[in-house]
T-cell receptor, first 112, second 114 residues
Framework: SQQGEEDPQALSIQEGENATMNCSYK?????LQWYRQNSGRGLVHLIL?????REKHSGRLRVTLDTSKKSSSLLITASRAADTASYFC????????????FGKGTHLIIQP | DGGITQSPKYLFRKEGQNVTLSCEQN?????MYWYRQDPGQGLRLIYY???????QKGDIAEGYSVSREKKESFPLTVTSAQKNPTAFYLC?????????????FGEGSRLTVL
């Protein structure tokens, strides 16, 4: 079952602009993770935010988490053409040790 | 270089045939996972294994089988019972049972049924 749902499904912006994508989830979590997938490739882990954290930064990435609203956002600042990819949020419902549950992703296109 | 190797990258199969996808990791990770991805969709969990000689069904295990005879290997067989096998298959691993951190992914295998 889908735990996370990303919004929007697709996003097209100009190079240099900021890109924001959102994720909503349904059950309690230990942490929420964001992954990137280039076309036809495997997923790459970007950032993990724990349930007791509200904001986390990594380079040009900024992630927020609001556990009261069961939502997270990923902000990519000063976008580059190489950021063109699909972005997925992932959680482990109930914090168990089985696999992550992924949303359907946001497809981000950076126009040069 | 440490990582996860999936093979083959592309595979074509006739209806009614079984096919096995390989997943090998040299990261010394205990837990391994198989996901299926359909176009424009997220990942759905097929099977996972947290330790050698043990594995559990995920959300969509019907028509698939796995084995975990060695720590570094977790092959997935797509059987003829799987009704819609055409998809992109991703293998992943994580360091140890109970780990709540990141998954490490292979580059995927694309299966097409003719």
């Amino acid at each position: 079952s889908q735990q996370g749902e990303e919004d929007p499904q697709a996003l097209s912006i100009q190079e240099g602009e900021n890109a924001t994508m959102n994720c909503s989830y349904k059950t309690s979590i230990n942490n929420l993770q964001w992954y990137r997938q280039n076309s036809g490739r495997g997923l790459v882990h970007l950032i993990l935010i724990r349930s007791n954290e509200r904001e986390k930064h990594s380079g040009r990435l900024r992630v927020t988490l609001d556990t009261s609203k069961k939502s997270s956002s990923l902000l990519i600042t000063a976008s580059r053409a190489a950021d063109t990819a699909s972005y997925f949020c992932a959680t482990r419902p109930g914090g168990g040790a089985d696999g992550l549950t992924f949303g359907k992703g946001t497809h981000l296109i950076i126009q040069p | 270089d440490g990582g996860i190797t999936q093979s083959p990258k592309y595979l074509f199969r006739k209806e009614g045939q079984n096919v096995t996808l390989s997943c090998e990791q040299n990261l010394n990770h205990d837990a391994m996972y198989w996901y299926r991805q359909d176009p424009g969709q997220g990942l759905r969990l097929i099977y996972y294994s947290q330790i050698v000689n043990d594995f559990q069904k995920g959300d969509i295990a019907e028509g698939y089988s796995v084995s975990r005879e060695k720590k570094e290997s977790f092959p997935l067989t797509v059987t003829s019972a799987q009704k819609n096998p055409t998809a992109f298959y991703l293998c992943a691993s994580t360091p140890f049972q109970g780990n709540t951190g990141e998954l490490f992914f292979g580059e995927g295998s694309r299966l097409t049924v003719l």
